[in-house]
DNA sequence: ACAAGTATGCACCTTTTGGTAAGTACCCAA
DNA sequence: TTGGGTACTTACCAAAAGGTGCATACTTGT
């Protein structure tokens, strides 16, 4: 037991407080965080709905376009699956050269305001982690994603 | 050709510009949510994060207890990934039981709070999430997240 | 002496995710 | 008639991501 844990080169122990403790629980998550990335996770959602936010109601073709480099078979599972958490509002005018367009529910819009910041610190700091990724890998992990 | 594409049916195009148009390119992404995505992709790298913010210089097994189901050889990548994009900070004791710790860089700081209107929003919206979730299927989709 | 804790590394394997290509049903323009 | 566009669906695959378990080298507690 000799030692005290007080070490010789630790720093001043910052304590960040600013960011605050997420309240645990609720059935399924441990924190808003864990609820939160469970909606989001999928390599184009948050585009998408960073798209639509934008767009306001958004056709499939154009949404097909916008977010390049997407297939099909994803881009419509992954609607579907924001459709399924309630984040986007599929509607389908059955004309008969079929058209549908997707639009953010009023959560999905609260969502993509929750991600503004998560943009804006990309940009920001775009310029450093380019430089970081630029050196350590062969580019492109797998074929990168969409212009927003 | 009959038709205008008036629609007999579609909502009042709410037309939000709230949410900022995303700043195009530079070398590698698209704009900065995609510049972010990049950073954050992984499973437990948001909670990480967000540990490491609030609790300060944290020790690697205490991170491992705090971070649930996590196992050591992901906890360990991850690790070595944030480190490597410059958001955490590894520091070795190079004590005999070794003793290494890991903090937040200041990039990593401001990721972090970044991520803040995110854990809001889970919080905000946990019920209505895990309600959703709930009916849909059998819950654990894959053995469910830590304890933040 | 032996179990446990410390911070990893490594081999192997399963799950998840995403991608490709083709098909559908219908319309319009050339 | 052929070709293109609309919004998908399906079957099949490849790659990425994550998990399990064992090993290391040394110390401390029992």
């Known amino acids: 037991m000799s030692s005290d844990r007080s070490d010789p080169i630790s720093p001043?122990?910052?304590?960040?407080?600013?960011?605050?403790?997420?309240?645990?629980?609720?059935?399924?998550?441990?924190?808003?965080?864990?609820?939160?990335?469970?909606?989001?996770?999928?390599?184009?959602?948050?585009?998408?709905?960073?798209?639509?936010?934008?767009?306001g109601p958004t056709r499939y073709g154009e949404l097909r376009r916008s977010v390049r480099d997407v297939s099909d078979k994803v881009?419509?599972?992954?609607?579907?699956?924001?459709?399924?958490?309630?984040?986007?509002?599929r509607t389908d005018y059955k004309e008969v050269p079929p058209r549908v367009d997707y639009s953010l529910t009023p959560l999905g819009r609260s969502l993509a305001e929750a991600l503004v910041p998560l943009c804006t610190w990309g940009t920001e700091h775009m310029?450093?982690?380019?430089?970081?990724?630029?050196?350590?890998?062969?580019?492109?992990?797998?074929?990168?994603?969409?212009?927003v």
Request: one cysteine or more; aromatic letters at 8%.
């Open 12 to 55: 001043p122990a910052p304590v960040q407080a600013d960011v605050q403790r997420c309240t645990p629980n609720l059935p399924g998550f441990t924190c808003g965080l864990d609820a939160t990335l469970r909606v989001v996770a999928g390599k184009w959602k948050p585009l998408i709905l960073y798209f639509v936010a934008q767009d």
């Open 75 to 89: 881009l419509i599972q992954q609607l579907k699956e924001l459709e399924a958490d309630g984040l986007v509002k």
């Open 127 to 147: 310029a450093e982690v380019s430089r970081v990724f630029a050196e350590r890998e062969g580019w492109t992990r797998r074929g990168h994603p969409p212009t």
